[in-house]
């Protein structure tokens, strides 16, 4: 018989962080929320070495890395002394470079900074895009770590000294709690500069760039203990020297590996937050022609790959609630704003939520009305209007990647499972069920934290395989059905937001 273990997972997203304590004991798994802190990027206007005033976006290492220990000591103070295991997940992108003393070269960059606005053009220009993504299988985002560190070469190359090298946001902070120098291959898949195939750095790529591979951590499989607390660390938590795990680090390969399905072949997938990552789970990476036309990515799974696109979640309502925060002096709930939403006049118009023009906007606002007045439509003025129309775009927009994605692998969907904060929609789980016209079967809600904690177990042999979890999160966790409805209007609607579509692309 197993002896019960402990265990918690560190889920950093995009705005905020939190801390889960696990527990597995027999057959059963327990689960249990414990900090819960936020965060945004910091934007600084600094005057750069022509004086000109340049964006700079970065995030606060150091006030994570603070919630973090606050986290283990709350571990310790409400549950116990001994943790088995620790893992952690984070966006998909940045990293910071160190020296080999130890010592933070810079700050940690944002994805959403301007200075990476060109560098996909850049690193076209140095290597055959088609010869990239059968590589990779990465389709081309600003924020890809291969832009990333292509910047820093042509821009920041003198401030590394010998023995500097990089650390993603994830293994950045496993360094600071156990001097780990390791990241797994689900993170690494996603920096457009490992290999799909080998799961290893691609010499090609990173020699094409001038990137030296000297540079980069190791990669190893979801699972792996690389470390453990160090001895000031476990001494200033009052744990013992739990061991470091690197799971699935790319939340979305956490999150994927908690969804429920039944059979993985016949579900896509949602996860569903700041961004909406949608796809299928496949055994191999599919490169072909028509998949990097519809940009599509294969990224590292769990035994399996992420067959998917980024495509906008819930990042243009959080910033219009950010701009209604400034203005009001108060953060409107969601809870109020469902109420607005849920009663404004439906299909007043639609936008493209993955239009380039949302991606970092100074007014939100401004662009979703500029978009429509573009494409001939009259925006929303009132904010249950706006939300409205932006949860109908997004529905319509995963129906438009659920036929891609289909056609690209030759597999048709038949169930859509939504994971994640966004699973919490109710509005937006039914106008997914109606647009795509398939039932949707949402949660569960912390789907990034189950599938930290369940690779963890995995790692420490406490389950054998994700197929044995599936029974422990659906008898855990809350899960929502979602069925289908008015059929007719939805078909009316996905031809409108068809042309609204064809028009910004003509």
């Known amino acids: 018989m197993h002896k019960p273990i402990d265990i918690v997972a560190i889920d950093l997203g995009a705005s905020g962080g939190k801390c889960f304590a696990g527990r597995f004991e027999r057959d059963m798994f327990a689960m249990q929320e414990i900090h819960r802190f936020a965060y945004e990027p910091v934007i600084r206007h600094l005057p750069d070495r022509s004086d000109r005033l340049v964006s700079r976006m970065h995030w606060d290492d150091l006030l994570i890395y603070r919630n973090l220990i606050d986290g283990l000591r709350i571990f310790q103070r409400d549950i116990g002394n001994h943790l088995d295991g620790i893992g952690i997940d984070t966006w998909g992108t940045d990293g910071m470079f160190l020296s080999s003393d130890g010592e933070s070269l810079g700050d940690l960059y944002a994805y959403r900074d301007h200075r990476l606005d060109p560098m996909i053009d850049e690193v076209k220009a140095l290597i055959d895009p088609a010869r990239i993504y059968d590589i990779t299988g990465v389709h081309f985002q600003p924020f890809n770590i291969s832009n990333q560190l292509l910047w820093f070469a042509r821009h920041r190359a003198d401030m ?170 108060r953060e409107p709930s969601w809870k109020e704003l469902d109420v607005l939403t849920e009663t404004a006049p439906p299909f007043t118009a639609f936008i493209d939520p993955d239009d380039s023009c949302f991606y970092n906007p100074d007014d939100m ?91 963890q177990a995995l790692g420490l042999g406490r389950i054998s395989g994700f197929e044995e979890a599936i029974p422990m999160i659906r008898a855990t966790l809350p899960i929502r059905d979602y069925q289908p409805t008015d059929a007719e209007i939805w078909q009316t609607a996905r031809r409108r937001f068809a042309e609204i579509l064809s028009k910004r692309t003509a």
């Open 160 to 329: 590394l000294p010998k023995g500097a090298f990089f650390l993603p946001t994830p293994s950045l902070f496993y360094f600071y709690l156990g001097g780990s120098r390791m990241v797994d291959s689900s993170w690494a898949s996603v920096t457009q500069l490992m290999d799909a195939r080998a799961k290893r750095w691609s010499k090609e790529i990173l020699q094409t760039l001038g990137i030296p591979d000297s540079i980069l951590p190791a990669i190893v499989a979801p699972g792996t203990t690389i470390g453990s607390l160090s001895d000031p660390v476990a001494a200033d938590t009052g744990l013992n020297q739990a061991a470091l795990i690197a799971v699935a680090s790319h939340d979305t390969a956490c999150a994927f590996a908690a969804a429920p399905a039944v059979n993985p072949a016949d579900a896509l997938i949602i996860s569903s937050g700041t961004w909406s990552l949608v796809g299928k789970l496949i055994p191999e990476p599919i490169t072909h022609a028509d998949a990097m036309a519809a940009n599509l990515s294969n990224e590292g799974g769990i035994g399996n790959i992420r067959f998917l696109k980024n495509c906008s979640g819930s990042w243009i309502t959080q910033e219009l609630r950010r701009g209604w925060r400034d203005a009001d002096g």
């Open 365 to 455: 606002v401004r662009a979703i009305h500029d978009f429509c007045a573009d494409t001939g439509q009259s925006a929303p003025t009132d904010r249950g209007g706006l939300l409205r129309m932006i949860y109908e775009s997004l529905a319509l927009k995963y129906q438009v990647v659920n036929r891609q994605i289909s056609d690209a692998c030759g597999q048709a969907s038949r169930v859509i499972h939504i994971v994640g904060g966004g699973s919490r929609n109710q509005l937006l789980n039914q106008f997914t069920a109606n647009a795509c016209g398939l039932p949707v079967v949402a949660g569960p809600e912390e789907a990034t934290a189950v599938g930290n904690l369940m690779t």
